[in-house]
Structure formats: structure tokens, C-alpha cells
């Protein structure tokens, strides 16, 4: 099993950068694609990124060429770099392994002023 833990959210103003931080433990030699998804109030989660064992990466199109997804595998840790934030991004975000199915972290709160 997998632990996450995420670190680096707040509030910021529209046009800002935050970067996220998530930190991997447990049975981590198992983790392949691991992701960020996040929740606005009222809404479903929605998948933002997803980056595989070997550096490959997608992303959500309202996200594109703003948010960069990236890990470090010797320190169990995955990172989401948000740039040019604006008020949609408003939302829990989620740490993920293993797909929808798999380990969650406890999620950080991500505000984003007009």
C-alpha cells in the first residue's frame, strides 16, 4: 500500500504560480503512473495530470502549456508546477496512484483570486 501526502497549496492571486508537492512512502517500488486530479465545490473530480514511471506525460487541455508535471524517483516525490493561474483553478487538488482505483492523498487546498 501507498501513502501520499501533499504539500503546497494556498491562496493565490490571479496570474500567480504555486508548486505542489507530493510525497510518496509505503510500498512505493510498486508505483508506475502516478497523478494529480483536483475538486472544485460542486463539481466532480476532474483529472489534471498524469506522469508514468519513465518521465511520459499528459494533461488535461485547461491546463495545457500552464501546469508542468514532473517526479523524482529517488525521492519518491512528484511535483506540479501551476503557472498563470486564474479562478477556475480554485479546488481541492489530489495527489494519485494507481489510478482512480488506487492510493489518495489527503488533498490540498488551492484558492485562486480575481
Known amino acids: 500500500q501507498v501513502q501520499l501526502v501533499e504539500s503546497g497549496g494556498g491562496l493565490v492571486q490571479a496570474g500567480g504560480s504555486l508548486r505542489l508537492s507530493c510525497v510518496a512512502s509505503?510500498?512505493?517500488?510498486?508505483?508506475?503512473?502516478m497523478g494529480w486530479y483536483r475538486q472544485a465545490p460542486g463539481k466532480q473530480r476532474e483529472l489534471v495530470a498524469i506522469?508514468?514511471?519513465?518521465?511520459?506525460?499528459n494533461y488535461a487541455d485547461s491546463v495545457k502549456g500552464r501546469f508542468t508535471i514532473s517526479r523524482d524517483n529517488a525521492k519518491h516525490t512528484m511535483y506540479l508546477q501551476m503557472n498563470s493561474l486564474n479562478p477556475e483553478d480554485t479546488a481541492v487538488y489530489y495527489c494519485?496512484?494507481?489510478?482512480?482505483?488506487?492510493?489518495w492523498g489527503q488533498g490540498t487546498q488551492v484558492t485562486v483570486s480575481s
Open positions: 494519485n496512484s494507481g489510478g482512480p482505483i488506487g492510493s
Open positions: 506522469i508514468t514511471n519513465n518521465g511520459r506525460t
Open positions: 509505503g510500498t512505493i517500488f510498486s508505483i508506475n503512473v
